[in-house]
T-cell receptor, first 108, second 115 residues
């Protein structure tokens, strides 16, 4: 599994877009990019994942660089409920190995 | 319906005791996991079971013994509890072990405090 690098923390204003970056420069061709988040006092929850193409779902968008060495999770309009630790994981299989993640704070 | 449910949610116990945490998933998944999140918030895989068979044991002490009576259940039994066992334990499941792009579904966690 490729190692990922994320900022320790980020801050966003409510109702503004948030771009959470992740570097995975050692990613292999079959590794997926997964994003999970962990709300306070809850278990991690799936956000989105992708392999090569950008992906959209009801929670977020995932933009994957052409060389796949980095990706960005985009929350289109941050709400207070989006305050969480966001984990970027680059992996070819389960179980997923979690790093430290990015703690996102949302300011009202 | 809760997809992955674990009980108890909170557990406070004395050193040396034996305790169990139960986990059930109703997603029809073949693979179940136990993760541990310590006080520094690192989330680490402990065990992985596929169709009731142990697949991964990440150098967890022998005092921890998972048991899978069927593929929908994976219970965690801990003997001779130590202070360092205090953590949040998360049960999780996914469709197939090792499949790329698999999504893991987590329970809400069991907060274990050893005093």
């Amino acid at each position: 599994d490729a190692k990922t690098t994320q900022p320790n923390s980020m801050e966003s204003n409510e109702e503004e877009p948030v771009h959470l970056p992740c570097n995975h420069s050692t990613i292999s061709g079959t590794d997926y990019i997964h994003w999970y988040r962990q709300l306070p006092s809850q278990g991690p929850e799936y956000v989105i994942h992708g392999l090569t193409s950008n992906v959209n779902n009801r929670m977020a968008s995932l933009a994957i660089a052409e060389d796949r060495k980095s990706s960005t999770l985009i929350l289109h309009r941050a709400t207070l409920r989006d305050a969480a630790v966001y984990y970027c994981i680059s992996s070819g299989n389960t179980p997923l190995v979690f790093g430290k993640g990015t703690r996102l704070s949302v300011i009202a | 319906d809760t997809a992955v449910s674990q009980t108890p949610k909170y557990l406070v116990t004395q050193m040396g005791n034996d305790k169990s945490i139960k986990c059930e998933q109703n997603l029809g998944h073949d693979t179940m996991y136990w993760y541990k999140q310590d006080s520094k918030k690192f989330l680490k895989i402990m065990f992985s079971y596929n169709n009731k068979e142990l697949i991964i044991n990440e150098t967890v002490p022998n005092r921890f013994s998972p048991k899978s009576p069927d593929k929908a259940h994976l219970n965690l039994h801990i003997n001779s509890l130590e202070l360092g066992d205090s953590a949040v334990y998360f049960c999780a499941s996914s469709q197939v072990q090792g499949a790329p792009g698999n999504t893991i579904y987590f329970g809400e966690g069991s907060w274990l405090t050893v005093v």
